[in-house]
């Protein structure tokens, strides 16, 4: 699903992005691996929400339960 259509990137991209960083990235590492920058901030809560479904996670942990 798109989650940014300022940029056009999807859910499976931040996810990607997300999965390949040794730690969580900061949501501006995230658009600079996807080789952008925030235009409107409209995506905000659907990339953090992306990132909280990372392995490990406190909110992918808490989902589990």
């Known amino acids: 699903m798109i989650v940014c259509s300022c940029n056009v990137f999807s859910d499976h991209q931040v996810r990607s992005v997300v999965a390949k960083e040794a730690r ?10 996807l080789g952008c920058s925030a ?19 406190a909110h992918a942990n808490a989902s589990m339960h």
């Open 24 to 33: 969580s990235p900061r949501m501006s590492e995230v658009y600079a691996c």
């Open 39 to 57: 235009q409107c901030g409209r995506c905000a809560h659907a990339i953090k929400r992306s990132m909280g479904e990372r392995p490990g996670s």
